[in-house]
């Protein structure tokens, strides 16, 4: 790139070792953890203007910018940037790709150096806490003590509450959208059908097809076609699509018949290229089995340091409903945690988190640089 | 069966011949079509009281009762049977399986006469005005001059709709519940998405799984279970299920790990035995093409018999929500038909319409009897 104004640096960095393993929450280990982020911004002398920011279930560590030859700027590019309101020429913002993702960091299709052989169903089962943990040793491994904010939106969101709950000294503070601290029935349903769609794919050979050269392409476009549907709201999808025809002479049959169906499929399309069966299985488990506020002592920390939250929902989003905020809200405030919470009642439902909408868009800004002020005081 | 008190009678007749062919709206014809259909009670001198039954995407001609061997009742039970609100003491209660179903009815799995194959892909694509037509013939072969009602739910509330701007003299009234005139955007994504799941399975064979001994099962079972994630509410499932584990010894991993989990595959399992892929495709494809207010003069014959209509919707319904109802409702009322309409706030969503909701029985008989004593004045 020859102009970078936000001075984007991408690295991998080992993290975990045969030395000092990787011990998952629920069992099992991993001798060796790479994951790949990206950084904007710059690092202040006194290290307190870093973010983090935590991905959703099919992000990676590229939030924002345009790498050499993309057509599309990085996931959160409406939010991170030059004057955007986590603005990078204030604040170091680092994003990495997440434990069992698919792009850089090391996840279920990587190969194990061990074995010589993808992982497979072999990776060890994930949780929050995980992320966590190695979240926590990249900061480390950046020589930052404590972070000014975790930001994140839906599974990045749970990860940022997981960390205030795990950790709260970490950071000054954290901000969660259109997240949930647990998932209802009707969330797992939908994420239940997704994973049955790819582990019924032939083309998924229990798990191995890094080894035996197929893939499960049909599943995982099934499973993302479905998901798709409870990102986006009833009145966007018709206000975008309405009933309109794929084309002017419409003959009915089971072809895409309609521009809703040619919607989907593109979605799928562009989805294979990027994104990884085993991930989505892996990812989509860590949040039907997310439920912090059920474990014994989950608020014990943050209680003692009420690190002040920023929660966020949107009125359209049935995915994660204001109602799954709420509960966050009232649990944290319940423990004495100063919580600024606001419903924005424009947006397309759960995807509006990554959307331009202004009134979303300031109020993370103002948040965010009220934070920043008050620790410099 | 020992003793019947629905006087239960279960029919095949073949109501289109080379002769006289069915010739579908769309384009084509068939030479034979044979029709299963159920009746229960006794059809009076006068033939006044007879109500037609249209069934809804994977229902049958088995509407109530008990068949010898039968665990459950037919589908809507509750709705018919001595006493209840469609009360087959006092009417003569018809129910077809539907053409392009595959309960008896001819379909795309029924062998043509003509090649010895099953139709597969080349049975005609179905319109909502193809059922009435067989329906039609079939109140004809059954020596019925006039209906008292047709009554139907979800894609059976869209045939009464069509039926009663189609033929409007043919009944005395029309019941509509938890229907809609045409579906929105997001119900056609999650329809595609089913029937994407059937066409991408390989089992599926083109469409001739009969002759290849194949069977889609793996994309009807993802169909099924999307679909009826959509047939519940929110509210529903979480008070059935909340995030209850399937097994008290919760191992997480990729199984059925949540009470959730198991119930949809329980009820794609039992879908299987009992319905066709090719059926799902035909028949969920009618629902999407269908919007017959956007005909030119499409209300024309009912503004000129405006028959009473009974409108029937359910607040947790968001399949088919109250809103696609009301639409109804300001279409016919414009042209002059009074309209009975109740939203009823009880209820497990779409699927309530198949439910002992006492509001809703008590709404429905107390129309079809107001219905049958004015016509006997």
Known sequence: MVSDPL???????VLFTAQDPLVFTRGG???HVEVRYETYGHLNESKTNAIFICHALTGDAHAAGHRQGDRKPGWWDEMIGPGKPIDTDKFYVICPNLLGGCQGTTGPASINPTTGQSYGLDFPILDMRDFVTVHRRLVAHLGITKL????GGSLGGMQALQWALTSPSDMGSTVIIAASSRLTAQNIAFSAVGREAIMRDSGFSGGHYVEEGTSPDTGLSLARMMAHITYTSEGALWKKFGRDPQNTDLAPGFGV????????QHQAETFLDRFDALSYLYLSRVLDYFDPFAEAGACNLIADHPI??????FTTDWRF??????RVVSRLERVGVPVTYREIEEGVGHDSFLLPISEYLDLVAAFLNQRFEEDAR
Not at 148 to 151: T, W
Not at 257 to 263: L, P, Q, T, V
Request: glycine share 0%; charged share 20%; proline share 6%.
């Open 308 to 313: 002040p939250a920023l929660v966020c929902s």
């Open 29 to 31: 280990q991993l001798d």
């Open 7 to 13: 001075n984007t640096v991408s690295e991998d960095a």
């Open 148 to 151: 000014l904010a975790v930001v």
């Open 321 to 326: 409903s204001p109602r799954q905020s709420k």
């Open 257 to 264: 018949d309609f521009a809703i169906e040619s919607y989907l």
